[in-house]
Every structure is written in structure tokens, then in C-alpha cells.
């Protein structure tokens, strides 16, 4: 709507009064921040047909008012930060809190205490890095389109609790995530419990202590690398990305993934080449992946003695479940770059605990054979998938797959929730036990070398 306007045709865009801010700050984003709105009171969403019909009518006014007259700018944008800020107190303590409730009260917090970015912190930060302070590492960091410079990364890094050691690997949380592309925004922005997934994987992991066995995403001192590292992620998506709840970020009930979800990979334990390999770089270069999921279940199963056996137990799920926006997608157009028109694959995430890996290596099972089980287990009846709010499911299927509307006549045929079988991920981490865990996809993996 928005570039339609731009390009001088005039538009009015129906908002709730709830979304309102992030429409006035999506708008002023792209450079017109006096976008025609149609507020109404409550969502369009999960409305029978005559009560959208009413709640249109009532905005008839407003409608034709955005359509007749040239309104003014409301950007709805935080401020942004100061270059320095004094904070008084009668001691270090007390300047601390201070520093907190005012960072607290700009929304620049993510809620826990945060560590003083103090210039001191920030240039030993930068010590650790080749790269110049005003450097840009990304230009357009969504969803927000801020610049991530690298000492914008150290200063976040600090608040997070990161230490100087860990500088590349912030650097490398930046370019990893504006490699997930469109669906970086789409994500930040959503109404769904989307977080970004840190993969780590290669040397870096002994080097600087990242767990990669139990409690492998925390909490306790062990996983201390892990938190502060996927925290930073974040403060940067919050503080450069604009990525604020409320404004940018309306997810509906959140998630506490969005903390902090970093896991470092158990190399040692898997029957398959590294995590590294796999994504094309060579055994001695540490690599950071960012995948954005859906939360997903526990897959816990003692018994299992067969491969076959413990991912029944996870297909059980997948070929049954339908309230991820994800899942079946594809069926109904699926997603794509607006820019490039390439078509992206939303890839699941297998978090596989080494006690069911060993199974695989046992079995003698590839990570290819694992997706080609899950791909052709986690199917549902053509009748019961949905994708969000696509309806009626016929005429979303002829547009987008036209080949395809046999199903019509055959609802009851099972169709995959993932067009192909590498929409399946698996990454082996954790402890002992058997209990993996398993995560919906919303976009592909993004994967950058660590720079050290």
C-alpha cells in the first residue's frame, strides 16, 4: 500500500486501533509517514463475515476522507539514543540502578538488568576486533532498516553481559541475521512467537566455553557464553533494528525464546560430519547459524531402539498438528522475496539429543535419511491445511498450484507439511537422556563465518 501511494495512486489501509503504532512507524520507515489509516476497533481476524461487513461500513468516513484529503505525518518512530548519557548517584550501585529504570523507561531494555555500556566497557569491546568503530556491518538491519555499526554491536554486546573475547561473535550475529533476508522483517514484526535460533558450530565452541551438552540453552552458569551471546542478539534487533514491542514487534503473547535462544553444537556426539562442513566451510572455521522458528515440542522418548521408532514418535505430531502458519504453506503460494521473486523455503529445525543420534549412527542412517523419514511421515489430509488466514482453500490452491486441484476431489489425500525433504534441519546438541526437541521453521538458515 505503501509504494502504491508513492506512486501517486491513493490508497486507504484498514488498521486496527491496536496496530495503529506500527503502522504509523512501518509508513514513516518507508518514507511517508502520512500513510491514509481506516482505524477500527478490533481485528479482522477470527470475525464472522457480517461483523467485518459492519466494522467496514463504520469506517466508511474515514475511508473516504484518506482517499479525498492529504493528511498529516504521524510517524509513530522511538527516539534514538543519545551519544552519551551522565547518570547521577551516591555510588556505582545506585548509578546502576538508575541507568536501568531510565533505559527501562525508553523501552531500550529487554526487561532483565542490563550492564552499563560505559565508554570504557565499550573501547575494551572494541579492542577485540580488526574492524574500525563507525564500520557498517549491516545497512538496513531489519525491521527497522538501522545501521549496524560495529561499535552499535559492542554497545549492546556490553548491556547483554558479552564480554570482549566475544566481539566477532556479534559481528557475526549482524551479517547472519540480515541473511535471513525478507523473512528477518516478516518475523520481527509478526503477531506469531517467531525467535531467531543461534546455531553455533567449529572450534570457537571449546575456545570460549560455549555448552554444548546439558542445559545446552540454560539456564546456570555453564551455558554463560550461550545466554549473553543469544541475549545480545536481542538488544541489537531491539536497539538497531527498532524491533520494539508494540511498535515494530506485535507478537501476540511472545515467547521467552526471544531472551536469549543460543545452542552450541555437540560435534563430538554426532554421527554425521559437523554442523560447520555441512553448510560448505572446513573443520576449523566456527560458523554462526541463525534460523527463525516456531516453538515446538519435547520429543521424549526412552525406548526407542530403532530410528524409525524415536521419529515416529515426533511424526506422531507433525502429522496431525495444523496451528503453525507455516506448516503446509507452500500448498497455497508459500513464501517469496519480493525483490527476487525466489521462492523461500521455511526449513524445521530437529534440535537431536546424542542419545537418539546414536540410533542414526547405529542404523547407519545419513541426516538425509532422517528428513526423508520426516518429509514423508508428516503428512495431513489435504481438507485440514490451512495456511493463516488463506480461504477458501480451493481457490488459494488453483492460484498457486493449479496442477494440483484434484485435490479438491480427493480431500482426504495426505499432502506434506514441507514441499521438499531439506525444509527439514538437524542439528545434535544436549546432554544425555533421550529428549529432543523440535521447532516449526520460518525461513531458512543463515549461515556466516566467524571472524577471529
Not at 489501509?13 to 491496536?18: E, I, K, L, M, R
Not at 550475529?173 to 540480515?178: F, N, Q, S
Request: charged share 20%; hydrophobic share 40%.
Amino acid at each position: 500500500m505503501i509504494l502504491v501511494e508513492k506512486n501517486g495512486v491513493p490508497t486507504v489501509s484498514f488498521t486496527a486501533a491496536h496496530f495503529v503504532n506500527d503502522a504509523r512507524a512501518t509508513a514513516d520507515l518507508m518514507g511517508l509517514p502520512a500513510l491514509p489509516l481506516a482505524v477500527v476497533e478490533g481485528e479482522f481476524t477470527n470475525q464472522p463475515y457480517d461483523r467485518i461487513r459492519s466494522m467496514v461500513a463504520g469506517a466508511v468516513e474515514q475511508v473516504v476522507r484518506g482517499l479525498t484529503q492529504i493528511p498529516e505525518g504521524d510517524g509513530a518512530v522511538k527516539g534514538r539514543p543519545a551519544e552519551r548519557e551522565t547518570i547521577h548517584g551516591d555510588d556505582l550501585l545506585e548509578c546502576t540502578e538508575r541507568f536501568n529504570q531510565l533505559f527501562l523507561e525508553r523501552e531500550w531494555s529487554d526487561g532483565l538488568p542490563l550492564v552499563p555500556p560505559t565508554p570504557r566497557l565499550v573501547e575494551r569491546m572494541l579492542s577485540h576486533t580488526k574492524h574500525p568503530p563507525d564500520e557498517v556491518i549491516v545497512r538496513g538491519l531489519y525491521p527497522g532498516l538501522g545501521i549496524a555499526t560495529v561499535e552499535k554491536l559492542a554497545i549492546n554486546g556490553v548491556m547483554a553481559g558479552c564480554h570482549p573475547e566475544h566481539m566477532p561473535l556479534l559481528i557475526a550475529l549482524a551479517r547472519a541475521y540480515e541473511g535471513t533476508g525478507i523473512m528477518g522483517k516478516t518475523c520481527a514484526i509478526s503477531t506469531g512467537p517467531n525467535a531467531p535460533l543461534v546455531l553455533i558450530s567449529g572450534p570457537i565452541i571449546q575456545r570460549m566455553g560455549f555448552n554444548n551438552s546439558t542445559c545446552v540453552a540454560g539456564p546456570a552458569s555453564a551455558s554463560h557464553v550461550n545466554i549473553v551471546v543469544g541475549r545480545a542478539l536481542r538488544l541489537i534487533l531491539m536497539n538497531i533494528g527498532q524491533a520494539y514491542p508494540g511498535t515494530m514487534d506485535m507478537d501476540t503473547i511472545g515467547t521467552p525464546n526471544k531472551f536469549s535462544f543460543c545452542l552450541a553444537e555437540n560435534a563430538e556426539r554426532s554421527p554425521w560430519e559437523p554442523w560447520n562442513v555441512e553448510k560448505g566451510f572446513d573443520r576449523d572455521t566456527s560458523t554462526l547459524s541463525i534460523c527463525l522458528v516456531y516453538p515446538g515440542p519435547d520429543v521424549h522418548d526412552f525406548t526407542a531402539t530403532r530410528p524409525e521408532e524415536m521419529l515416529q514418535t515426533l511424526t506422531s505430531l507433525t502429522g496431525s498438528y495444523t496451528g503453525t502458519a507455516s506448516i503446509g504453506r507452500w500448498l497455497y503460494g508459500g513464501r517469496q522475496d519480493p525483490v527476487t521473486k525466489e521462492v523461500i523455503l521455511e526449513q524445521n529445525v530437529l534440535l537431536l539429543a546424542p542419545s537418539h543420534a546414536d540410533l542414526m549412527r547405529n542404523a547407519g542412517w545419513s541426516k538425509q535419511d532422517v528428513r526423508e523419514y520426516l518429509y514423508r511421515h508428516s503428512r495431513i489430509p489435504w481438507h485440514r491445511l490451512h495456511s493463516g488466514a488463506v480461504r477458501p482453500l480451493a481457490a488459494a490452491l488453483k492460484a498457486a498450484h493449479p496442477e494440483l486441484m484434484w485435490l479438491v476431489d480427493q480431500p482426504d489425500t495426505l499432502i506434506p507439511i514441507s514441499p521438499v525433504p531439506e525444509c527439514f534441519e538437524i542439528f545434535v546438541t544436549g546432554g544425555e537422556a533421550g529428549r529432543s526437541q523440535f521447532f516449526w521453521g520460518g525461513s531458512e538458515t543463515s549461515t556466516v563465518a566467524i571472524e577471529e
